[in-house]
């Protein structure tokens, strides 16, 4: 069983709602992550927190604004989507330094 | 720039058939980490192996072996004798110096049928 929870596992949404994506680990991890992952595609980085400040942002539109309120949490706040922004939101945790990152099921979004 | 190649789009092979996916990659740091992950239909990316620039030793564990060559910059991952289960999205990943970055190859489908 992953050790990074992600929640909601679905959530549709209209282009005018604002929800928030929620992510959990406790496994003392220091790094965390957001990935977008449209159907048939890699994952690709969106933002790294590291000790719960953020460290990239990967030149992503406003409308998503990620947040880390403590070392165990990481949140992404939705507003006004695109239905192009439709796709796998995966987070991720690690270690610092170079040492792998261990993802959550990922939360599957749709904008209509 | 870093890229990683993976060039098979998708491999299709009946149970216990073995099977080999291409990983090569590209990076001017002279320290990398290699990484394999499978996805499958759930969703959830699970890690299966970090492999250092420095450590060219190849591995065997259970049923994958990963074949790791720097003169080539490959880092091949081998199933032996397929199971349904092993039906998934495998990435091949590649992190340099730069720890937060995670640079993913396209992925290969592996389809195994009984």
């Known amino acids: 069983d992953t050790e990074v929870t992600q929640t909601p596992k679905h959530l549709v949404m209209g282009m005018t709602n604002k929800k928030s994506l929620k992510c959990e680990q406790h496994?003392?991890?220091?790094?965390m992550y957001w990935y977008k992952q449209k159907a048939k595609k890699p994952p690709e980085l969106m933002f790294v927190y590291s000790y719960e400040k953020l460290s990239i942002n990967e030149s992503v539109p406003s409308r998503f604004s990620p947040e880390c309120p403590n070392s165990s949490l990481l949140n992404l706040h939705l507003h006004a989507l695109q239905p192009e922004d439709s796709a796998l939101y995966l987070c991720?945790?690690?270690?610092?330094?170079?040492?792998?990152?261990?993802f959550g099921q990922g939360t599957r979004l749709t904008v209509v | 720039a870093q890229k990683v190649t993976q060039a098979q789009t998708e491999i299709s092979v009946v149970e216990k058939e073995d099977v080999t996916l291409d990983c090569v990659y590209e990076t001017r740091d002279t320290t990398y980490y290699l990484f394999w992950y499978k996805q499958p239909p759930s969703g959830e990316l699970v890690f299966l192996i970090r492999r250092n620039s420095f450590d060219e030793q190849n591995e065997i564990s259970g049923r994958y072996s990963w074949n790791f060559q720097k003169s080539t910059s490959s880092f091949n991952f081998t199933i032996t004798a397929s199971q349904v289960v092993d039906s998934a999205v495998y990435f091949c990943?590649?992190?340099?110096?730069?720890?937060?970055?995670?640079?993913f190859g396209a992925g290969t489908q592996v389809v195994v049928t009984p």
């Open positions: 496994m003392g991890h220091r790094a």
């Open positions: 991720a945790s690690s270690q610092m330094g170079i040492t792998e990152a261990f």
């Open positions: 990943a590649l992190r340099g110096d730069s720890w937060g970055k995670l640079q």
